[in-house]
């Protein structure tokens, strides 16, 4: 899990699941709060939170798993902090820092320099 994501109810269900062979990559939904208009909203998305050992990760930022593994929902919420006002704010200079390093790594391609 992100260093801004908190484990909802379900624990259990999800060491029950640890605990077995592993083949498919889990797929947890991860609630986010927004602040908008002075409320705080959430959006669920399904992301990959549980990998079988030998996954690996690709990516700045929003890195993806590198893998042919299914994909299995798996009914165990996590809390996801990082787009509310506050967060997003300490997060700023990060996110740019990261996307310059991949612009550096990754030139874009001739029809746009």
Request: hydrophobic share 40%.
């Amino acid at each position: 899990m992100d260093a801004d994501e908190r484990l909802a109810e379900g624990a259990e269900q999800l060491r029950a699941e640890v605990a077995k062979p592993a083949d498919f990559i889990g797929m947890l939904p991860v609630n986010s709060g927004f602040d908008l208009a002075g409320q705080v909203e959430t959006s669920t998305a399904w992301i990959p939170r549980l990998l079988p050992a030998g996954v690996r990760y690709q990516g700045r930022g929003h890195e993806q798993p590198v893998s042919e593994w299914p994909r299995v929902r798996l009914p165990v919420a996590i809390h996801h902090s990082s787009y509310r006002r506050a967060a997003l704010a300490r997060k700023q200079g990060r996110n740019r820092r990261l996307l310059l390093a991949l612009l550096s790594e990754t030139p874009p391609p001739a029809s746009q320099r």
